[in-house]
């Protein structure tokens, strides 16, 4: 049985004269077949050690290199088509830095770090400026005994549209800790603004905040490495309530597959797509129920994905970083409004995050256990 006969089965339930409901995937280590893309036009950059995060703003691309091993520094490169330019690199002062985002007003990069973000400044950033890092924002005391459980796990950052609160992810330690930048720079960047934390449950990973600025939508994995994978949830936390009482912020979940990792909204806010890591598949949810509506298999152990076209098109990033049996990295490209995989392109080893450059013209891709930066001209997909 193909990955998608076996997803479709398993995604209806029939009622008595109801129109099928589609319902959470299961576990599969089975894909979908698809077509390799021809023309498509890619380059590979080699690296000293791993990338994970990527983002880009304003003409730039910044890149996490290294965080996990020591060399944990951000590099920075001018967009310029397949061949982004690395123009500097400079180290930041808390180890592990992985997933990033840009504050909706452009003036500081956020990058998941220990209990939360580094914070720098973009222009500096951008020129070289030796104060480029305005400080470090933590939730949890370096000190600090948690047993266990690690808060020094810090994923993937959120911001809220109005650019003042951010949310990370603390993978390891369950929750989602809030700050306040606003009251951070008020104080010079030398306090937190930490307003608390969102408790989530092990293991969780991704983070999106709806475009009206009212949800923070959370992806809960729900195993750990060396656990067989299980269903895990999408969580729905009101964000005015998560910028006061974190503690009581969430207000829904719902099934989500099996190991949901990554996270993203449209950007008329009327899907909110998912990747299911344990069940190789995209998902998506709308509606005030957030009801699962679309359910596309693509390739082995899904973790990235981006948003191409304004959200006409979704390439996910198909990782294999379990090392599954005649299974590949690739990447997969899916037309949602036929909630249809298009095709696959090669990939390196672990594709993990992937952003559009600020010109809109190629797609910047983290390949992590091959060191890789790859580089895709957009207008060369179909």
């Not at 002062?93 to 452009?106: K, Q, R």
Request: proline share 7%.
């Amino acid at each position: 049985m193909t990955l998608a006969l076996a997803l479709g089965c398993a995604a209806l339930v029939c009622g008595c004269g109801s129109r099928p409901t589609l319902v959470s995937p299961p576990c599969t280590t089975a894909v979908a077949a698809a077509p390799q893309l021809s023309g498509v036009r890619t380059t590979l950059t080699k690296l000293p050690a791993s990338p994970f995060g990527v983002v880009s703003s304003a003409g730039f691309s910044f890149v996490t290199v290294g965080g996990y091993t020591g060399l944990n520094e951000l590099w920075v490169y001018r967009d310029s088509g397949v061949h982004p330019r690395l123009v500097r690199r400079f180290a930041l002062p808390i180890s592990g830095a992985a997933g990033e985002a840009v504050t909706p007003d452009g003036r500081l990069l956020l990058v998941a770090a220990g209990s939360g973000v580094t914070v720098v400044d973009i222009r500096r950033a951008r020129s070289g400026a030796p104060d480029a890092v305005l400080g470090n924002l933590q939730a949890v005391a370096p000190s600090a005994q948690t047993g266990s459980l690690d808060p020094r796990s810090a994923i993937e950052v959120a911001v809220s549209p109005d650019s003042r609160f951010a949310f990370v992810s603390l993978e390891y330690f369950g929750t989602v800790a809030v700050f306040d930048l606003r009251a951070a720079r008020a104080a010079g960047w030398k306090r937190s603004g930490s307003l608390g934390m969102i408790p989530i449950g092990l293991v969780d990973v991704g983070v999106a905040v709806s475009p009206d600025g009212r949800s923070l939508y959370v992806t809960r994995a729900a195993s750990r490495f060396g656990q067989p994978p299980r269903e895990g949830t999408l969580d729905v936390i009101d964000l005015r309530q998560a910028e006061t009482r974190p503690a009581s912020a969430v207000v829904k979940r719902v099934g989500a597959g099996c190991d949901p990792v990554r996270v993203s909204v449209a950007a008329d806010g009327e899907t909110v797509w998912v990747t299911a890591r344990a069940s190789n598949a995209l998902l998506g949810f709308s509606g005030p129920r957030l009801s699962l509506v679309r359910v596309v298999p693509v390739g082995q152990a899904p973790v990235g994905l981006t948003l191409l076209d304004g959200g006409r098109r979704i390439m996910v990033l198909n990782s294999n970083r379990f090392g599954v049996t005649g299974a590949s990295p690739s990447l997969s490209l899916v037309d949602v409004k036929r909630g249809k995989l298009l095709g696959t392109i090669r990939a390196g080893a672990f594709p993990r995050e992937a952003a559009v450059s600020s010109d809109r013209r190629t797609v910047l891709i983290t390949n992590w256990t091959s060191q890789e930066l790859e580089a895709i001209r957009l207008d060369s997909l179909p």
